[in-house]
């Protein structure tokens, strides 16, 4: 079974740009989160999707927004890039049913660096 | 809101050794997880142990065990028999029942020596 693949690895952007994040979920889990990582906040939580529709927020500026497709693909859109943002993003997969809580199993993240 | 707090920013081991990690969380709820993530320098999470809230029973995954003890809202990490392999940045983290987002404490860097 593939993992959760998230594209690219590695990005650099400049200040006032904006960059979308890609999301393969493991085949058959229909919810995908978002988080991000910095040195000074840690990891914070960004949205979930959930068949199409976001199902949970975050604390972001609306400068961060996300989408899933109907195949669970999900990506994450920063607008107006700031220095702040430079961080990991990481995007976790689960089957999303909430009967009871699953493993969220973790892609490698997207270093995302603006200068 | 849940908050979830490391108090040891820094711990080191010697292999063969135990060694434990803390945790403290605050909710008001009274039905949800709690869980221990690995993060290697490869960056990529990977769970350790899950323990559920209404379970009394601690868990264990081989070398890896809890000890939760809801009243005072305490969730320590024992990892026993530590290997090199175990080096990484551990978290802590609580998910609330009927919700999907994991909250996160702040990490503890655990340093494996031969």
């Known amino acids: 079974k593939a993992g959760v693949t998230q594209t690219p690895r590695y990005l650099i952007k400049t200040r006032g740009q904006q960059v979308t994040l890609s999301c393969s979920p493991i085949?058959?889990?229909?919810?995908v989160s978002w988080y991000q990582q910095t040195p000074g906040q840690g990891l914070q939580f960004l949205f979930e999707y959930f068949s199409e529709t976001q199902r949970n927020k975050g604390n972001f500026p609306g400068r961060f927004s996300g989408r899933q497709f109907s195949n669970s693909r999900s990506e994450m859109n920063v607008s107006t890039l700031e220095l702040g943002d430079s961080a990991l993003y990481l995007c976790a997969s689960s089957p999303g049913n909430r009967v009871r809580s699953t493993e969220a199993f973790f892609g490698q993240g997207t270093r995302l660096t603006v200068v | 809101a849940q908050t979830v707090t490391q108090s040891q920013p820094e711990m080191s081991v010697q292999e063969a050794e135990t060694v434990t990690l803390s945790c403290t969380y605050d909710?008001?709820?009274?039905?949800?997880?709690l869980f221990w993530y690995k993060q290697p320098p490869s960056r990529q999470m990977i769970l350790v142990i899950r323990?559920?809230?209404?379970?009394?029973q601690n868990a264990t995954e081989n070398r890896f065990s809890v000890n939760f003890q809801k009243a005072a809202k305490s969730f320590s990490l024992k990892i026993s028999d530590s290997q090199l392999g175990d080096a990484a940045m551990y978290f802590c983290?609580?998910?609330?029942?009927?919700?999907?987002?994991?909250?996160f404490g702040e990490g503890t860097q655990l340093t494996v020596n031969p």
């Open positions: 983290a609580y998910e609330w029942t009927s919700g999907s987002r994991l909250t």
């Open positions: 909710t008001s709820e009274s039905d949800y997880y």
């Open positions: 323990q559920e809230a209404y379970k009394q």
């Open positions: 085949s058959g889990h229909r919810s």
